[in-house]
């Protein structure tokens, strides 16, 4: 499985902005897909996740609200559509895909794409 991030770059507080992640190399309705963010010396923690029919989503309390999660099964792509930016959402975002969404969810993770920077200035 191959992850491909985009979209990343510099917003304002208050902005928006929509990351990508395609994906390749196996049949992309069978994995749940999801988001993770990383700021230097922390943990990588979890933003979003959709189950791979598309039928679920979890979305962390920190961005519940502003972000949403979706799927675009004709362009084996997921999108993270982030609303009402705040500085604190400054971070490399990383895509990732696991045939287990709960998995996923607790950062059990079979495939990382490579990340991609995300600044939210004030």
């Known amino acids: 499985v191959q992850l491909q991030a985009s979209g990343g770059g510099l917003a304002q507080a208050g902005g928006s902005m929509r990351l990508s992640c395609a994906f390749s190399?196996?049949?992309?309705?069978?994995?749940?897909m999801g988001w993770f963010r990383q700021t230097p010396g922390a943990e990588r923690e979890f933003v979003a996740a959709i189950s791979s029919t598309g039928s679920s989503t979890k979305i962390a309390d920190a961005v519940k609200g502003r972000f949403t999660i979706s799927g675009d099964n004709a362009k084996n792509t997921v999108r993270l559509q982030m609303n009402s930016l705040k500085p604190e959402d400054t971070a490399v975002y990383y895509c990732?895909?696991?045939?287990?969404?709960?998995?996923?969810?607790?950062?059990?993770?079979?495939?990382w794409g490579q990340g991609t920077q995300v600044t939210v200035s004030s």
């Open positions: 190399g196996r049949t992309f309705g069978t994995y749940a």
């Open positions: 990732a895909a696991d045939k287990g969404y709960t998995r996923l969810i607790e950062g059990i993770i079979h495939y």
